[in-house]
């Protein structure tokens, strides 16, 4: 059986937990030995066997971005002829598989990482392109033959979004954490060359600077921390220029209040990020929206307990007293997911960080439980078996 995956992100270009749940789902799924897996990615030439990258074309190089997506995806869609199913992950994607799919009459299955409707930011970065985006979106999540969602609250979202969907199609079958490749490893010198003090407690954030993971309502929290704890923020990739302005201004003022605020705006190795997570206290994860959050797997994995937000696929993995403190929130139901009070979230964010940092010990009992359920739930062994099972499915009916 051939499948072809359809993706924006795949090494060495991931910036985001579609990207790593990319080329993990490959690499689970090539390891079985029973299917031909070609990769069908956006960018440059891979040296990988079966995979090929495709750069933007030169005709629509002064376009809108979501037209030269659009150009990647017909390059795409006609490399994918032969396949017996298709498989495509998020917006950028989607348009590649659907016309794959019409052309070559194969099923196309679509990956749900996150939905547009629930970013409606997006036209700050887009502009007229999030039009189109929401276009390819939705026509391709009705017409596809099934629908994987990351989360239960994933999937009740696609539901929610995309009412004309059979709900039958629409399966969960989760993100998940190598284990093996996170995992706990201390390296104080990593840490103080990024400028973080490894004897000091710290909060630590990693993300992008993006509406929808919630930077700016933490370092509002920040300000309530305890003198004595860090704040630790690997944040890059700004999606505007204007959410980039807001964030330095936030951080430029916290800093004029208090010492330990370090900010790394590039993105870091994979070795580095876990020396960082191996040497903080708690790991902080604000999203106002969150499919599930990779992030959290990672942190868990190294050990760290997680202070999380209520909100998406996010109490799926970080269980409330067990692995971490889930923040409770209320939230705008204009698909912005802004908090109905955001003094209040704002609040509550800063007490659950406070509880964590008032009892180590706790936190460290917490963190070693998150290890524990990274591992034992979130495989990506199981979940290349999941995957496979819909597959099946879907060509048992196609």
Not at 59 to 87: I, K, R, W
Not at 223 to 230: F, H, I, M, S
Not at 239 to 245: G, Y
Not at 320 to 340: A, K, N, S
Request: charged share 20%.
């Amino acid at each position: 059986m051939r499948v072809d995956i359809l993706t924006k992100e795949y090494p060495p270009t991931i910036y985001g937990g579609a990207g790593v749940h990319v080329s993990e789902l490959v690499r689970a799924l090539r390891a079985r030995g029973d299917l031909d897996v070609r990769v069908q990615a956006f960018g440059p030439p891979r040296d990988e066997e079966g995979t090929t990258g495709y750069p933007d074309l030169p005709e629509l190089a002064a376009a809108n971005a979501a037209l030269q997506t659009m150009g990647v995806d017909l390059t795409m869609a006609a490399a994918s002829a032969g396949a017996d199913l298709v498989h495509s992950h998020t917006w950028y994607a989607n348009f590649g598989g659907h016309v794959a799919g019409l052309l070559g009459g194969m099923p196309h299955l679509v990956t749900a990482h996150s939905l547009e409707p629930m970013r409606p930011w997006k036209a700050e970065q887009l502009g007229g392109g999030y039009r189109l985006s929401s276009f390819i979106e939705r026509t391709a999540y009705e017409g596809a033959a099934a629908v994987i969602a990351v989360s239960d609250g994933m999937r009740k979202d696609v539901l929610r979004s995309y009412p004309s969907v059979d709900p039958a199609k629409v399966k969960v079958v989760h993100n998940g954490i190598d284990s093996q490749l996170w995992h706990h490893h201390e390296d104080a010198d990593v840490v103080r060359g990024l400028g973080i003090d490894p004897d000091r407690p710290s909060v630590v954030f990693v993300g992008r600077i993006t509406r929808q993971k919630g930077l700016p309502y933490l370092l509002r929290a920040a300000a309530a921390l305890p003198p004595e704890a860090q704040l630790v923020l690997l944040a890059g990739a700004p999606d505007t220029p204007e959410i980039k302005a807001e964030v330095e201004a936030l951080i430029d003022g916290l800093r004029a209040q208090r010492d330990g605020v370090v900010w790394v705006p590039e993105m870091l190795p994979r070795a580095q990020v876990i020396a960082v997570l191996s040497a903080g206290s708690v790991f902080v994860c604000p999203s106002i929206y969150e499919p599930l959050g990779i992030v959290n797997l990672e942190a868990m994995a190294c050990d760290l307990p997680v202070v999380a937000t209520a909100t998406g696929g996010i109490p799926e993995v970080v269980v409330h007293g067990e692995t971490g403190w889930l923040v409770p929130i209320e939230q705008v139901q204009d698909g912005t997911g802004t908090p109905v009070d955001p003094d209040k979230f704002v609040a509550d964010l800063a007490a659950a960080l406070n509880e964590a940092l008032a009892d180590l010990d706790r936190a460290k009992r917490f963190g070693l439980a998150g290890r524990r359920r990274a591992v034992d739930s979130f495989s990506w062994e199981s979940i290349g078996d999941r995957t496979m099972e819909v597959y099946r499915e879907v060509l048992g009916r196609a």
